[in-house]
């Protein structure tokens, strides 16, 4: 009992590690991605014994700027939910980790351990829930700061991720059909086999509508641009207009941890997770024959390294969008959840169960 006790709170230690450090260095490739995009040098001033290495020093001089910063709360305010709020924004997007494979199991003398903090049968439902739950440190945060501009702000984050949230969970029931589990580490084995002998049976492949769906919608959820009108920075109506300090750095890197784990659902749901084509527990087998033989190490390292290489990809790719195009309108954004991707998602269900019946 103690050392399972003790293994789990070892697996919570090195995911949140993990994901605080890739947000620490999403801060960094934002400011040089979007220096690249509008031909800029970017951030690079900071400096330690005069060595700026490409501006790598900067995340770390904005933690301690943010540290020190004034923690201001506004008169007339309620000053224990305007404290609460980014609290609940930043555990509720990273609870999330918790369900999510970075491996397959090892075995370490008699003992099997999962590399995933808790193994769920209803994983996949847990982390929709706990992206929901996310709603109410963007309202709450409005609506205590007593301004109108912060609770407009908040009101359409709410109807923002509310609206798109459906569109994300209709997105996966196509995937459940062909992959018949909510555990997410299932999920990655299932897609762990071929199809016609040769083509890796990635949730992308089988799902494409699926994934371009969950994608679209999955970039709504972290309110960034094109989708960031809770923050609407050059419209003045922030939900966070009122916070400085660590309360407001909070909510920022709640923006850059929703961004890495809809990244690693990406990857986990629609490009194989830590699965590598063709590498099986005991090397590579491939499928014109032949096949190299591996310790089983050094496959559990090839697979991890394989989901953090996806994950990067796709972390990428979402900060090139949010430089890359404008922002909606209200009214446009609230047409391409309910009027596009929601008759969409039920298209992708029905045409997954014909298929499905034919086959």
């Not at 390294?305 to 954004?333: E, G, H, I």
């Amino acid at each position: 009992m103690f050392l399972d006790i003790l293994i789990i709170a070892i697996k919570i230690i090195l995911g949140i590690s993990w994901l605080l450090t890739l947000t620490l260095i999403l801060t960094w490739v934002e400011r040089k991605e979007s220096a690249v995009v509008q031909d800029r040098i970017g951030a690079n001033r900071a400096s330690i014994l005069g060595l700026r290495v490409f501006g790598l020093f900067q995340p770390i001089a904005d933690a301690i700027k943010m540290m020190f910063k004034e923690d201001f709360v506004p008169p007339f305010s309620n000053r224990f939910l305007h404290t609460i709020a980014p609290f609940l924004s930043f555990f509720f997007a990273v609870i999330t980790l918790a369900a999510i494979p970075f491996g397959d199991e090892i075995t370490i003398g008699s003992k099997v351990i999962a590399l995933q903090i808790v193994r769920m049968n209803v994983g996949l439902v847990f982390i929709l829930a706990m992206f929901s739950l996310g709603i109410y440190g963007i309202i709450i945060g409005g609506w205590a700061s007593n301004n109108k501009y912060t609770l407009l702000g908040g009101m359409r984050g709410t109807a923002q991720i509310i609206s798109y949230e459906i569109a994300l969970g209709l997105s996966l029931i196509g995937l459940i059909m062909i992959y018949p589990s909510l555990e997410l580490n299932e999920i990655v084995k299932y897609q762990g086999s071929l199809l016609f002998g040769f083509i890796p049976k990635w949730g992308v492949i089988l799902q494409p509508l699926g994934f371009f769906i969950f994608l679209i919608a999955g970039m709504a959820e972290t309110k960034r641009v094109p989708f960031d009108l809770p923050e609407g920075e050059s419209e003045i109506i922030g939900f966070y207009t009122e916070y400085s300090g660590m309360k407001f750095g909070l909510f920022m890197m709640t923006d850059f941890v929703e961004v890495i784990l809809i990244s690693a659902l990406v990857t986990t749901l629609f490009f194989g997770g830590w699965q590598v084509p063709y590498l099986y527990p005991d090397g590579f087998h491939f499928p014109w024959g032949g096949n190299i033989l591996l310790n089983k190490w050094i496959v559990t390292v090839l697979q991890v390294l394989s989901f953090n290489l996806k994950v990067a990809f796709f972390c990428w790719l979402l900060v090139l969008a949010r430089w890359t195009f404008p922002r909606y309108r209200y009214d446009q954004l609230m047409n391409l959840g309910w009027k596009l991707l929601i008759p969409m998602s039920f298209v992708n269900i029905i045409g997954t169960g014909l298929i499905l019946i034919l086959v």
